[in-house]
């Protein structure tokens, strides 16, 4: 099943009296599994294509389909309400609450999302457990390594159950051995049928991913399944 389909999405900016052309007709298809690496030097548009994909932008033209539905044109509010739902969001900044447990964190899209209390601690605590950490869900992120936190992002983009997990350089605060560790638990998320685009400059990430969509001067220069 096809989760992302996009068709000649295109996003320009006009900056200075110019138009700056940031992503240019990019036309990619991924399936319900795929763990994809999207990689390209800073400037190349990766940034800008993540943030179309996850709804945090907007084309300039083109069309985008998450998971069956047309989303190119929708409104803020409907944009907002389809990415608490289709799409898990993994930061290298980590982006945690700082006053909040581990469990608190991971709970939040469900409160956005107006879950249940009981339900939506039930399946925070799941998500928890499935990133290794349920002996840590009542820390707060200041009496986390950095490791854990990245995790605890990573139980809290998978609560809602998503279409894909997005993760935007998620070992970039991270040393290298941790993030080897990270890499490891998005094998095994992926082997879990989890859907997984991964946005990143670094070769030995990329690496990581079963198909590698390099971007330049935004368009894709090339697209290979390993």
Avoid: C
């Avoid at 928890?128 to 200041?142: K, N, Q, S, T």
């Avoid at 009496?143 to 970039?172: F, K, M, N």
């Avoid at 993030?179 to 082997?191: C, N, P, Q, T």
């Amino acid at each position: 099943m096809t989760v992302i389909l996009t068709e000649n999405l295109t996003r320009s900016y006009r900056l200075g009296g110019e138009d700056v052309h940031a992503l240019r007709e990019v036309s990619l298809t991924v399936e319900r599994g795929e763990y994809v690496a999207i990689m390209g030097p800073s400037g190349s548009g990766k940034t800008t294509f993540m943030n179309l994909i996850g709804l945090l932008d907007t084309p300039t033209r083109g069309r985008y389909v998450l998971n069956g539905r047309e989303v190119s044109g929708l409104a803020d509010a409907e944009l907002s309400d389809i990415r608490n739902r289709e799409i898990g969001f993994v930061f290298q900044t980590f982006n945690l609450m700082p006053d909040a447990s581990a469990l608190a964190n991971v709970e939040l899209p469900l409160i956005y999302g107006r879950t249940p209390r009981s339900e939506r601690r039930a399946r925070a605590t799941e998500a928890i457990d499935r990133v290794g950490l349920a002996r840590r869900a009542r820390h707060r992120p200041v009496e986390l390594s950095g490791g854990e936190r990245q995790r605890i992002a990573i139980a809290r983009a998978l609560v809602t159950r998503p279409s894909v997990i997005l993760a935007d350089e998620p070992t970039g605060n991270l040393d290298s051995t941790t993030g080897v560790e990270i890499m490891k638990l998005f094998a095994e998320l992926s082997a879990a049928g989890n859907t997984i685009l991964l946005i990143t400059h670094e070769p030995e990430i990329a690496d990581h991913a079963r198909r590698l969509v390099r971007v330049r001067d935004g368009r894709i220069e090339s697209d290979v399944r390993r």
